[in-house]
């Protein structure tokens, strides 16, 4: 009997991005090839830790953890650039702001350069990411991780997801950007045995991104 794929055992790099809401970049990166976990949650306030619905003056945020021999940290700016509201028109509220938030050096170097790149391309629009140090990472409600793979009840319960693996289990990363069609049929067809689903859940999901792909990413 296969076992769900939670757990992968390689080194891995961390990105740290704000895009706006966090769903839509949950299952965006969750699909991606490189990508082996995700999480969603706040950072970049001086708040302290979220209590409640109050999340401060902190960010929405996603902690992705990635294989830096399956996928750069510039592919994933280039999928940050691409995918959310980076103009002066992102700034409705903190909470949803564009943010950058690098982990070392390197990173600071080419998130900068990207940030130059992608206004060169702009021409009356400024564009709004903060670069900014990695703080402190508040994980988001349980609820909140995963939110589109949670969505489908009876699925997410067979992959006895448990708090800790919402934040942390490869499958989930996964399936919450294929139930909405990011990755594609192709890509998942490639690996679908791989992540320890069984028969029905692969034909499940087959019929979810036949719906899906090409969608829109929306929270």
């Known amino acids: 009997m296969r076992q769900p794929l939670h757990h992968i055992d390689v080194p ?3 990105a740290t991005f704000g895009m706006g809401c966090y769903w839509a970049c949950d299952s965006l990166f969750g699909a991606t090839k ?20 109050n ?12 294989d830096p021999t399956q996928i750069t940290y510039a592919v994933l700016l280039e999928l940050f650039w691409k995918n959310h509201e980076y103009r002066v028109s992102a ?38 990411t903060e670069i900014v140090p990695v703080g402190i990472f508040y994980p988001a409600e349980n609820h909140n991780q995963k939110y589109r793979l949670l969505g489908h009840v009876d699925l997410a319960k067979d992959l006895n997801l448990t708090p ?3 934040q942390t289990s490869h499958v989930a990363a996964r399936l919450n950007g294929y139930l909405v069609g990011v990755g594609g049929m192709e890509q ?32």
Not at 91 to 96: A, D, F, P, Q
Not at 114 to 127: N, T
Not at 190 to 203: A, M, N, P, V
């Open 55 to 66: 999340i401060g003056n902190h960010v929405e945020v996603i902690e992705i953890d990635y």
């Open 91 to 128: 700034r409705l509220k903190r909470e949803y702001m564009t943010m950058i938030m690098y982990h070392n050096a390197e990173q600071r170097r080419l998130a900068e350069a990207s940030m130059l790149d992608q206004q060169s391309k702009e021409k009356d629009d400024a564009v709004a």
């Open 188 to 219: 998942f067809e490639s690996e679908s045995e791989q992540l320890g689903l069984s028969d029905e859940q692969i034909q499940y999901v087959k019929n979810c991104i036949m719906q899906n792909e090409g969608g829109s990413l929306i929270c």
């Open 34 to 53: 490189g990508v082996l976990r995700t999480r969603v949650g706040y950072a970049g306030g001086t708040t302290g830790a979220p209590v409640n619905k």
């Open 164 to 166: 800790e693996l919402l």
């Open 12 to 14: 891995f790099e961390k």
